[in-house]
């Protein structure tokens, strides 16, 4: 049954004069329904005036049924007055509501209803909106009948004590590339990759190419490309095992074609999969993935599982997976037009120590290839994570990572084992480095084109992007095919190894001449994980059943519950981890953490109980331990070093793991850190707390930015007058003789004190000069610490920075506007 109403364009308010319909008559389309009058405005027809005044008259119009069907009720009678569109004429019963829609016909009728939009502004094609098919073949439907579907789907697993699973394909279950090194490894049984490569599955897809809008000329032919797909260990138990629980959905970014051959390889007969198969052709989004595309109306069932939590913007029903990384320097093919990941911690290292060295190697090489921004920004990530984010400050981080390395280099050549000294640092003590944060949210990253449009017109149906995002991927595995860079980086194996060889160095792990392995366990643990996640849904649904008054179960809920429990108590510090810049909130790593209820910080506090480092011993540039690992190791009792793989082992398994396996072992005096350091560190850290919790209560306490009683009490003339005051008087101030200041000068300071402490500027002292002559004044300090020899140039931190600390504690309470006005002011009076 339909709800009829006049439309939004009707004359409202109107008054109904005549009904030409009852109940129970059948109508067709464009019936005259009613009849009514309403009031409207013209010009007096009888003035003789060059502008006419206006007259009010009344009109007559009529209403005509947009449907045809037979009439069941008529909600309203003559006299009653119609004041907006919501109010319901009558109610229809139609032969076909066209719910199903399917390449512009109604798929339960056939009545065409691409076309049937009329003057009445009722259109077919809005009562289906909904696409869903996995494919792109037009079906369409309502949300009415969407529900009765999922409905019926939800009822139907149930029963059969299922859930839904989206798969996504590259890095999760598969590892693709378009390197022709590949295919000639697997015809050479002599190479050392063969073993590795000889089941690995290939096939030809014609790549359509991509033209400029607006292109005249003839279309280029369809090009050939060769991809070379490795299934993940275990992938073909996996599967088996999670569709007795699971039904399967496939949901990836790379084209229709690509998915239909992938879906081929791993389901041959598709008694997993079937037709369940939604590519990037389709989804609606080049950018993200959404749930809502699937699963319009209810996603309680759903888990997912991909490489990847922010294409999903880490979606709760997600349950995020190691990256498979098998074809070495490769990544995701498919991923060119996603936000890059360079220089973020995706995945553990590799076991062998020469291919782990070589794949640091290539990492140093890509960047010095960078723009001239990225490279200026990654020249200073010294100590990444040594820093607080989000608006708070850095502490510590004073060593580079080469300062460390010629360090140890010349303590070693020097033949200093028994004692050594603290690391000289080119930069400042621990304390020095409190600086505040210029940018919540920056990134070393630049904007990649494909970034540009997706900021600029969003990912949903945007034809520029997906030509962008089309063009990125072309270039990209065509400069694959030319590079061939498992071949670059087979040969650079082979030179380590011919190296090893001619010094007589017997190393196994160093002799292996294969740059491909497969040690790949991910793909079990996921398993047991599903189980686990299946078998708490399943408790909640049983539960459900026999109380119904209980909600029905949510894998949206279920699912970070468990998560949340699986590493809780463990608090870890990241040093040297993240790219400098980035904001550690916004770190995939540090997301995926707190979600197993792992706490993660950057600084050393004492509740840490393990620290996350680099392994020095499996550095490409044997980079030293940072300054907040040593402090960590030396005051914290108890506390376990480890590399990132740790990390990666816990997150896979679901728990903590032991330690034992992932311990970074490094001679005593590599750990070594003076009483010194440890004290000026925790001085600076205690002193960016204290301040943290001043600028807290201050926000607690001023009105909210923006704030109607902000703008209300503020007097902007006023305020424009007390500056003009200051900016005239700030030369004649300059010009006063030295020699008069003597008392009258201290009793002006003490006054100008005294007023800067309240905060107000007392009677003879304006708001903008107070704040003035507080920054002078804590630059008259500083020269006067010079002029009497306060400093030692022995001591970096009682000098020249010492003076910088004392200038920011007294300038801390003012904000950066403040800090602006008085910079300019600074720039006046020079």
């Known amino acids: 049954m339909t709800s009829v109403s006049l439309p939004p364009s009707a004359p409202f308010p109107v008054t109904v004069t005549a009904i030409s319909a009852v109940a129970g008559q059948k109508i067709s389309k464009h019936f005259p329904l009613l009849k009514y009058r309403y009031w409207d405005y013209q010009e007096d027809p009888n003035s003789k005036e060059e502008h006419p005044p206006k007259v009010r008259v009344e009109r007559i119009g009529s209403f005509e049924s947009p449907i045809e069907g037979q009439i069941v009720e008529m909600r309203i009678s003559v006299g009653d007055e119609i004041a907006h569109s919501g109010v319901e004429v009558c109610s229809i019963q139609e032969p076909c509501t066209h719910d199903v829609q399917y390449g512009g016909l109604c798929a339960m009728c056939g009545k065409a209803v691409e076309d049937e939009k009329d003057y009445t502004g009722y259109n077919y094609e809005d009562r289906a909106t909904i696409a869903m098919s996995h494919d792109n073949t037009g079906l369409r439907i309502s949300y009415d009948e969407a529900t009765k579907i999922e409905h019926n789907a939800t009822q139907r697993l149930a029963k059969d004590k299922k859930l839904i699973l989206v798969v996504d394909l590259d890095q999760t279950v598969i590892h693709a590339t ?63 095992h999670v569709a007795e629980r699971y039904e399967l959905h496939i949901y990836t970014m790379a084209t229709r074609n690509y998915a239909l051959a992938i879906a081929s390889i791993i389901d041959p007969e598709g008694i997993y999969f079937g037709d369940r198969i939604l590519s990037r052709d389709e989804s609606g989004s080049l950018t993200h ?178 030509i962008e995002q089309s063009l990125s991927r072309t270039q990209n595995l065509e400069q694959q095919q030319h590079d061939r860079p498992l071949a670059k980086l087979q040969d650079k194996i082979d030179r380590i190894a011919h190296e090893h060889e001619d010094s007589s160095v017997s190393s196994k792990d160093e002799e292996e001449e294969h740059i491909l392995y497969d040690d790949d366990t991910e793909l079990s643990s ?86 996350v480092c680099r392994d020095p011993n499996a550095s490409y540039m044997k980079t ?27 997150l896979s398994s679901w728990k903590a793991v032991d330690e034992r396996d992932y311990m970074i072992e490094l001679p005593e005096q590599d750990w070594y850190v003076s009483e010194n ?101 804590a630059q008259e300090e500083q020269d006067e610490d010079v002029d009497s020899g306060e400093g030692d140039s022995r001591d970096e931190y009682s000098n020249g920075e010492h003076k910088r600390q004392k200038t920011l504690e007294n300038t801390d309470n003012i904000d950066e506007l403040e800090k602006e006005l008085l910079d300019e002011l600074d720039n006046l009076d020079e």
């Open 178 to 240: 378009v390197d022709p090194t590949v295919g000639e490894w697997q015809k050479d049984p002599h190479n050392p990759n063969y073993p590795f490569v000889k089941d690995v599955q290939s096939f030809c897809l014609e790549e359509e190419p991509m033209v400029p809008p607006g292109w005249m000329g003839p279309k280029p032919a369809p090009s050939k490309c060769w991809y070379y797909v490795k299934l993940r260990p275990g992938l073909k138990e996996f599967l088996a």
């Open 289 to 466: 993935k959404n749930l809502t595309r699937l699963f319009p109306v209810d996603q309680s069932m759903v888990v997912i599982i991909d490489d990847r939590g922010d294409v999903w913007q880490w979606d709760p029903n997600l349950v995020k997976v190691v990256p498979y990384d098998f074809f070495v320097g490769i990544g995701d093919i498919n991923s060119s037009f996603l936000p890059k990941k360079s220089g973020q911690l995706i995945g553990p290292t590799k076991k062998r120590k020469s291919l782990a060295r070589l794949e640091e190697a290539l990492e140093e090489s890509e960047e010095d290839s960078e723009p001239a921004s990225d490279v200026i920004s990654s020249q200073n990530s010294s100590d990444d994570s040594d820093r607080v984010e989000d608006g708070e400050t850095e502490v510590g981080g004073t060593e580079t990572k080469e300062t460390q390395e010629n360090e140890h280099l010349d303590s070693n050549k020097n033949g200093k084992d028994e004692t050594v000294s603290a690391p000289v640092s080119r930069s400042s003590s621990p304390s020095d480095e409190v600086v505040e944060s210029d940018s919540h949210d920056s990134d070393s990253e630049s904007l990649s084109p494909v970034d540009r449009l997706v900021e600029l017109g969003g990912g949903e149906n945007n034809k520029n992007l997906l």
């Open 526 to 611: 996921l398993e047991k994980a599903l189980d686990y996640i299946h078998e708490e849904y399943y408790k909640a649904y049983e539960s459900f059943k026999q109380e119904r008054t209980l909600e029905r179960p949510d894998i949206s809920v279920i699912l970070p519950k468990i998560k949340l429990e699986c590493l809780k108590g463990v608090t870890v510090l990241l040093s040297g981890i993240l790219p400098l810049g980035m904001n550690m909130n916004n770190a995939d790593i540090v997301i995926w953490c707190r979600q197993f209820g792992m706490k993660v910080v950057n600084e050393v506090y004492p509740e840490i109980t393990h620290v």
């Open 624 to 650: 030293g331990l940072t300054l907040k690992v040593r402090i960590a190791k030396k005051t914290i009792p108890g506390v376990k070093v480890v590399n990132p793989d740790w990390l990666f082992a816990c």
């Open 677 to 777: 350091d440890i004290s000026k560190y925790q001085q600076a850290l205690g002193s960016q707390q204290e301040r943290e919790q001043a600028r807290n209560a201050a926000a607690m306490s001023r009105p909210r930015e923006g704030s109607l009683s902000s703008i209300d009490d503020y007097d902007f003339n006023e305020a424009n007058a007390e500056v003009d005051d200051f900016l005239a008087g700030i030369s004649d101030d300059d010009d006063d003789d030295e020699d008069d200041k003597g008392v009258e000068e201290e009793d002006n300071d003490s006054d100008d004190e005294e007023s800067v402490s309240n905060g107000k500027g007392g009677a003879n002292m304006s708001f903008v000069k107070s704040l003035y002559t507080q920054k002078r004044k």
